[in-house]
């Protein structure tokens, strides 16, 4: 069993920045691949980025490239987004999620994750 626990979420104003964490349960974190999601009220959720276990493969959305960054810390079992140039439409639910059964990839759709945290609130006003 994995346990995911985000934070770093907030309130921010438009062109600001956050940072989300999410910190994994388990002794073999480093074997994860680890991918971030959002939903937005009335929205279906939706994949933002993803990393593999070394960060040899990452994927972003279309929506957040060039703004957002993933990176993992495996010393510290935990994933995290950068997130810069923060716009309205950015305004969600942030989930992180691990796949443990295959670490080299980068998954981009959420059928392909097992474990999901519970998500942080990011707001961003205009």
């Known amino acids: 069993q994995v346990q995911l626990v985000e934070s770093g979420g907030g309130l921010v104003q438009t062109g600001g920045s956050l940072r989300l964490s999410c910190a994994a349960s388990?002794?073999?974190?480093?074997?994860?691949?680890m991918g971030w999601f959002r939903q937005a009220p009335g929205k279906e959720r939706e994949f933002v980025a993803a990393i593999s276990w070394n960060g040899g493969s990452i994927n972003y959305a279309n929506s957040v490239k060039g703004r957002f960054t993933i990176s993992r810390d495996n010393a510290k079992n935990t994933v995290y987004l950068q997130m810069n140039s923060l716009k309205p439409e950015d305004t969600a639910v942030y989930y992180c999620a691990a796949k443990t059964t295959s670490r080299f990839i980068a998954p981009m759709t959420n059928r392909e994750y097992e474990y999901w945290g519970q998500g942080t609130q990011v707001t961003v006003s205009s």
């Open positions: 388990g002794r073999t974190f480093s074997s994860y691949a």
